[in-house]
């Protein structure tokens, strides 16, 4: 059965607004001689190995300052329900409530760079220092940039750390000063380099440098709250303390086997640690010394194809940093003249998981159900929209973007076009992944198939991976009729992948 199967949430039921803004104690005036820094969190909603935090403490021990915690949401931050936003914005919610219960205080701004910077002056005008873990690429980093701006203009100075990566994205480079285009010389290199040490933060030192207060942005509040009120459910686990609970789980677990279940959904045997990840509940650095210690002490492979899985996502974010269009455009110039199909009849079949393959539509009800698919599936799915369908590889990107809670830009993006071959090291564009012989060969009891294929629960393992090879008696005993419960296959694998084949040497173009 499956053993990691996205746990369903308890709601944490969101306190009404009036109650969610009385804090504990009254609203002091600020001295004009107290002194201040505060620290901006981003993606890293955690108090272990915080990098930014772990600074911040230092500095008020150093200058008996006091720290405030503020997170900048953006309009669409506040208005878009989608898996990965909803998630997001209910960590925000868990880790708040977390530090308010403490007697921390964690404020919501929102407007302009320059209007959090601005408010943030008006409340604590004697505000020194601004900490942040930083985001290098993408429109993230373009916000970075703009608030650092603004605050050094208002004369703050501004201190960005290296946090969510083991490395800067540019610091991994060949001998001659260049960085890498394919993965393995990368890893090579990547694994020899020194990574940085966990930074461990005083629980009793954070708390007694905290300054607690109310509100700054009612209304930045009040949006927040509405916003979570509307969230229907939260299907994987949130905040730092589950994460961790979690991650010694797969350590136990899974990560003895790792390298050979893998691959297949029915174990369900990854790690789960992505959406931990992107919001930063877990610390990349605490999660790499751990499972190197393990490989140090037993040299196991398990260990290393961990490790190797961490290399990847550093890989990926140095490709997003030097090709910051490739969102858009494709980083191997020679593919950038491919005209991409764009069937909109297609592209919705593939989406609702009704292509008639059905390890595809299984990968892809998972998704659109949970707001999470197994690595395995991602692979296959891609695969089938961009080798067998010939749809744009940026529609698949897209919709990824709105589904997963784990959405990453790099990452999304360079596993996209890992699959489509045409990003930097991307998988050979003749190497078709063959939809049925995958979950024959990934799913061969096909428990992960009836698990989301609900018109196939009854069908014989012999057809599960076939339906349409079913003859009309056996279609009648797994009370599933091609065609009408199930559709048909919306392809010819064979023939696609000749097309495809064709298709990549410009044959069709």
């Excluded at 001689?33 to 981003?42: C, D, H």
């Excluded at 909803?86 to 302009?112: C, D, P, W």
């Excluded at 677990?253 to 050979?260: A, C, F, G, I, R």
């Excluded at 650095?285 to 002490?297: A, G, I, P």
Aim: hydrophobic share 35%.
């Amino acid at each position: 059965m499956f053993q990691h199967q996205p746990i369903e949430q308890k709601k944490v039921k969101v306190e009404t607004f009036d109650k969610t803004l009385q804090v504990i104690h009254s609203k002091k005036e600020v001295s004009k001689m107290e002194r201040f820094v505060a620290i901006w969190l981003k993606r890293d909603f955690r108090l272990h190995d915080n990098h930014a935090l772990f600074k911040t403490i230092e500095y008020c021990k150093q200058t008996n300052s006091k720290w405030v915690m503020f997170v900048h949401l953006t309009k669409e931050q506040l208005t878009r329900h989608t898996f990965e936003n909803e998630y997001y914005l209910y960590t925000i919610a868990q880790f708040k409530k977390r530090m308010e219960t403490n007697q921390m205080t964690v404020h919501l701004l929102s407007g302009s760079e320059e209007d959090v910077i601005t408010s943030l002056k008006k409340s604590y005008p004697t505000l020194s220092h601004i900490y942040t873990n930083t985001n290098e690429v993408g429109d993230e980093a373009l916000r970075e940039e703009r608030l650092k701006t603004a605050a050094i203009t208002q004369g703050i100075s501004f201190y960005s750390l290296l946090d969510s990566h083991l490395h800067y994205a540019n610091e991994v480079k060949k001998k001659d000063g260049t960085f890498y285009k394919v993965y393995t010389p990368y890893y090579k290199m990547w694994r020899t380099l020194k990574k940085p040490s966990i930074y461990k933060c005083n629980h009793a030192e954070i708390k007694f440098y905290a300054h607690v207060a109310p509100p700054m942005d009612v209304k930045t509040e009040t949006l927040f709250y509405t916003f979570l009120n509307e969230i229907k459910k939260i299907t994987f686990p949130v905040g730092e303390e589950k994460a961790v609970q979690l991650f010694q789980q797969f350590l136990k677990e899974d990560l003895p086997t790792y390298s050979k279940k893998r691959n297949e959904p029915y174990w369900d045997a990854t790690s789960h640690m992505s959406p931990f990840l992107k919001v930063g509940a877990i610390s990349v650095r605490s999660m790499y010394h751990v499972v190197k210690q393990v490989l140090d002490e037993t040299g196991s492979k398990e260990a290393e194809a961990f490790i190797k899985e961490l290399a990847w996502r550093e890989f990926f974010q140095m490709i997003y940093y030097y090709y910051p269009h490739s969102a858009e455009e494709e980083v191997q110039e020679k593919y950038r003249q491919l005209k991409w199909k764009r069937d909109e009849e297609q592209f919705e079949r593939w989406k609702e998981g009704k292509t008639g393959f059905p390890f595809v539509d299984a990968g892809m009800r998972q998704l659109k159900e949970e707001g999470w698919m197994h690595n395995r599936l991602r692979m296959v799915v891609a695969s089938f929209l961009t080798k067998d369908y010939l749809l744009d590889w940026r529609l698949g990107e897209k919709y990824f973007k709105e589904m997963l809670i784990d959405y990453e830009p790099s990452q999304n993006i360079g596993n996209w076009q890992w699959a489509a071959s045409v990003g930097m090291d991307a998988v050979p564009y003749f190497r078709i992944f063959n939809p049925i012989t995958q979950g024959e060969k990934f799913d061969k009891s096909g428990e992960y198939i009836r698990k989301y294929v609900k018109e196939l629960q009854d069908v014989d393992v012999t057809y599960l991976h076939t339906p349409f090879k079913m003859s009309k008696s056996e279609q009648k005993k797994s009370s599933c009729t091609i065609g009408i419960d199930y559709p048909y296959p919306t392809v010819n694998h064979k023939v696609q992948r000749e097309k495809a084949l064709a298709f990549y040497r410009f044959e069709l173009c």
